[in-house]
């Protein structure tokens, strides 16, 4: 019969619902403990006795309050403990119980001296009240039934200070195993780790080898989708590893050097494909498409306004030399610089890569004045120095002014002057007068597309070395540098337009497919057009000069330096995945498991339905029967042939084949005389047998 163990109570009844085992859990067992005594010697009496006696021990209903149980139920929860019995001290102002005692009244000439009577001791009256608040940390802690009916107590908040901005951290393995080995419920245990890695996503388990207590601790949460279950395992620090490392041009392989150089994990190409595949690409897609469409907006703004579009193309390819297998083409606006469309082409499709410029600039001029509405809002395009592109524009877009890159005429110009300035007599032009030839050259362009203005340079000094015009230096330069074609192609040169920044995500040292192209140049363009959006609004500014070796001019040029670019693209991608990843019903691995098991089930009805149930006899797949001898009775409702009947059709199937005819002739001279006594050859038999089971529908063949 159940007892309670509680010293104070010793209920007995038959009933076992109305007790509770007592637990054998820590810190649980000491809390129970501590609960059902008054004092701290009664707690060991009942640990003794509870210790050493045998069978189970028990503790009624009375001593837990409705919120030990599951609500509905009388089974009590894994936290429960029993109400105390130890009577908490009690804090108030003390009263003092003291009066002043009387004044004495008598001769006050009198010599006798009166003594003043004694202070009585004050009485001290400590009032029933619970511990308050301010002193639950350093009073004797209160259960947590206690604190449950304590409606004014509200525990501390936390505090987190100096966190740093940072989403992840780099943590050694020593500190890791230190912070997990100790346990959180008892201060005594140490926990049994389990890791487990997936990419750069790492999971512990913690098992405490003193209390029992289990807990699970990730460095990443878990990406979900919107049916979560407990099967998904992707985490968030790999969605984001791929989507920092292919937003920065980065790539695997340079990801991966780098962290094994540093001593991290690193991640397999299939994962970081699949990754991209499945979250990256159809992200950018969409922050790209949303993008442009602010751009077209405002273009489309402009032009109800009366403005036209003007825009400058530029093509690159994906190596080096004429072998090039992909063109990507741009058109920017010459105006704010903002990329606008971009074309990619295979040279299969031209039939070689020498072709592939003049398509893409085609394509992307009707892809452009689709999205603006027509060609007449397109007042000028700018591209590279190339007599096809020249005349394809005045056939199929004579509407259109079409002007020359500078940056390539310059050039030509430049080089024209070193290649002809390399005799004695034309030292003085290549030391005076070759950097003046293209700075006037410069300055003869106008940025707002006219073709001349006047020259800005001031008066030359009176001692000038001057070009005599009939000399040979002057007639040098009129036969090469001076030529007609390169003042004729001045009058349509105008600015520059991009073309390097694309390489950085797409180098020409790798070799990608046509989605890697399109992911790489979604990217390169939305990275343009943050760089122009950040100084157009001021956000970027320019701080300093840096130096660097000009080649081409043999010295050193400066450049501008500016503030590091917000970016804020790179973060709308990785929040897009995280979205792409929540709107998934099920998990990519998943949908791929299904769909592979549908397709088995397809191939299987389909082998099904086109295998015979009487296989052809030279099928190589057929087994032979496990018992040879065995003949199935056949389904056959027609008569049986005789055996005269059957050899018969063994003559006659002998007889259209020439092979079959010559080995039958050979076996009947040589077993002469055999056939009325039915003692067949092999092969005979073997004819035999197969028209005999051809007749029985057998599925499988007698081999005799």
């Known amino acids: 019969m159940p007892v309670c163990v509680s010293p104070t109570c010793k209920k007995f009844s038959a009933d076992r619902g109305l007790f509770h085992q007592f637990t054998s859990r820590e810190p649980f067992r000491s809390q129970w403990l501590t609960a059902l005594t008054v004092d701290d010697s009664s707690k060991a009496s009942l640990d ?91 009073c004797k802690k209160e259960t947590a039934a206690e604190m449950k009916k304590d409606a004014n107590w509200t525990p501390p908040s936390p505090k987190i200070l100096n966190l740093p901005k940072a989403e992840y951290f780099l943590v050694s393995k020593a500190s890791l195993l230190e912070l997990l ?35 699970k601790w990730s460095n990443s949460p878990v990406l979900e989708t919107s049916n979560a279950s407990s099967w998904e395992k992707l985490r968030k620090v790999n969605v984001d590893m791929v989507t920092g490392s292919a937003c920065t041009a980065v790539g695997t392989a340079r990801l ?69 297998e992909w063109c990507r083409y741009f058109l920017v606006d010459a105006d704010t610089g903002e990329a606008l469309v971009h074309v990619l082409m295979n040279k299969k499709e031209t039939g070689s890569s020498g072709k592939l410029e003049m398509p893409c600039l085609k394509k992307a001029i009707e892809i452009l004045a689709e999205k603006i ?28 002014k079409h002007h020359y890159d500078p940056w390539h005429y310059f050039r030509n110009l430049t080089m024209n002057l070193l290649k002809n300035t390399k005799t004695l ?11 003046i030839i293209v700075r006037r050259a410069c300055d003869a362009v106008e940025p707002s597309f006219t073709l001349f203005k006047k020259c800005l340079h001031a008066p030359p000094p009176p001692n000038f070395p001057y070009i005599q015009r009939d ?19 001045i009058k349509h040169v105008t600015c520059e337009s991009l073309s390097s920044l694309a390489w950085r995500y797409a180098p020409k040292d790798f070799y990608f497919d046509r989605m890697g192209h399109e992911l790489r140049t979604m990217m390169a363009m939305q990275h343009w057009n943050e760089l122009r959006k950040d100084e157009a609004e001021g956000t970027r500014t320019i701080t300093g000069k840096k130096g660097y070796f000009n080649h081409t001019l043999k010295k050193v040029v400066y450049r501008n330096v500016k503030t590091p670019a917000r970016n804020e693209w790179r973060d709308n991608v990785r929040r897009a995945c995280y979205k792409i990843r929540a709107s998934l019903e099920t998990t990519p691995y998943t949908t791929e498991k299904k769909a592979k098991l549908e397709e088995e089930k397809l191939k299987e009805t389909w082998n099904l339905a086109n295998t015979p149930k009487v296989p052809h006899f030279a099928d190589s797949n057929l087994e032979e029967s496990d018992d040879e001898d065995e003949v199935h009775p056949s389904h056959d409702t027609t008569p049986q042939q005789s055996l005269d009947e059957i050899l018969e059709e063994v003559r006659i199937l002998m007889e259209e084949d020439d092979e079959a005819r010559r080995q039958w002739q050979l076996r009947q001279e040589e077993d ?29 063949f007698i081999v005799v």
């Open 256 to 324: 991966n050097n780098l962290l094994s150089a540093v001593g991290l994990n690193t991640v397999s190409k299939r994962t970081f494909h699949r990754h991209k595949n499945e979250y990256l690409l159809p992200a950018v897609k969409e922050v790209f498409t949303k993008a442009q469409d602010v751009i077209f907006s405002r273009i489309k703004e402009g032009i109800s306004k009366g403005g036209k579009l003007r825009v400058a193309g530029d093509g690159s390819f994906d190596t080096r030399g004429y072998s090039a």
């Open 181 to 215: 080995t100790g346990c959180n419920s008892c201060t005594s245990g140490k926990n049994d780790l389990s890791f487990s890695e997936d990419a750069h996503a790492l999971t512990c388990a913690c098992k405490c080898t003193s209390c029992g207590e289990a807990s």
């Open 471 to 489: 000399g040979r230096a002057f007639k040098n330069l009129e036969a090469h540098v001076f030529t007609v074609k390169n003042i004729e192609d």
């Open 672 to 700: 002469e005389g055999i056939w009325p006594n039915f003692h067949l050859s092999a092969f005979t038999l073997f004819i035999l047998s197969c028209t005999y089971a051809r007749q029985q529908r057998r599925t499988k």
């Open 425 to 435: 007599y034309m030292a003085q032009v290549k030391a005076t007068w070759s950097g």
């Open 373 to 400: 509405g027509g060609l007449q809002y397109i007042d000028s395009v700018v591209t590279d120095r190339h007599p096809a592109i020249f005349a394809m524009m005045k056939a199929e877009f004579p509407s259109i």
């Open 48 to 138: 003794v006795t509870l210790s050493t006696k045998p069978g189970k021990h028990y503790v009624c209903v009375s001593h837990f309050d409705d919120d030990s149980f599951i609500a509905g139920t009388r089974i009590l929860k894994k936290d429960a403990i029993p109400m105390s019995q130890r009577i908490s001290p009690s804090y108030s102002t003390p009263t003092v119980s003291y009066s002043p005692p009387p004044t004495p009244r008598g001769n006050l000439l009198s010599s006798t001296p009166v003594a003043r009577p004694l202070r009585p001791p004050p009485s001290f009256r400590l009032a029933e009240a619970s511990i308050p608040p301010c002193c639950r940390c350093c």
